[in-house]
């Protein structure tokens, strides 16, 4: 094996173990899918959860809808308008909080498409 396919394979294993100690574990019992998008690769072990990662996909594919200014500024008139959305909306966790709103809404607008706000139809569309 030659110097160079040696510090190849040292890179690979030091990119492994970051991923695995980084990562969501698919088998610490908690976790019930995640998407990587840098490596644009999802996982997932419900249906709920496989819908909720299309979501994240589908987020990615669009640009990152969740993170534009008018996906935003929607959130934020439907939160402030609606006393039925917002406790669900402060329920969202902090962390990519707009992207795991969008992953949520994905799965009501294809589950339940009666019940997405209409202010939100067109970004699912």
Request: glycine residues 4%; hydrophobic residues 35%; contains cysteine.
């Given at each position: 094996?030659?110097r160079?396919?040696?510090?190849?394979?040292?890179?690979?294993c030091?990119?492994?173990?970051?991923?695995?100690?980084?990562?969501?574990?698919?088998?610490?019992?908690?976790?019930?899918?995640?998407f990587?998008?840098?490596l644009?690769?999802a996982?997932?072990i419900?249906?709920?959860a496989?819908?909720?990662?299309?979501?994240?996909?589908?987020?990615?594919?669009?640009?990152?809808?969740?993170?534009?200014?008018?996906y935003?500024?929607?959130?934020?008139?439907?939160?402030?308008?609606?006393?039925?959305?917002?406790?669900?909306?402060?329920?969202a966790?902090?962390?990519?909080?707009?992207q795991?709103?969008?992953?949520?809404?994905?799965?009501?607008?294809l589950?339940?498409p009666?019940?997405?706000?209409?202010?939100?139809?067109?970004?699912y569309?």
């Open positions: 094996m030659n160079q396919m040696k510090i190849s394979l040292i890179l690979c030091f990119i492994l173990i970051v991923a695995i100690l980084l990562t969501p574990n698919p088998f610490d019992g908690k976790t019930a899918g995640a990587y998008y840098q644009d690769f996982w997932c419900t249906p709920y496989c819908v909720h990662e299309a979501g994240h996909m589908l987020d990615e594919e669009r640009g990152w809808t969740s993170e534009s200014s008018e935003q500024m929607a959130i934020v008139n439907l939160r402030n308008s609606s006393i039925e959305w917002q406790s669900w909306l402060d329920g966790p902090d962390k990519n909080k707009y795991e709103i969008y992953a949520e809404m994905y799965y009501i607008y589950t339940s009666n019940t997405i706000p209409r202010e939100l139809e067109k970004f569309q």
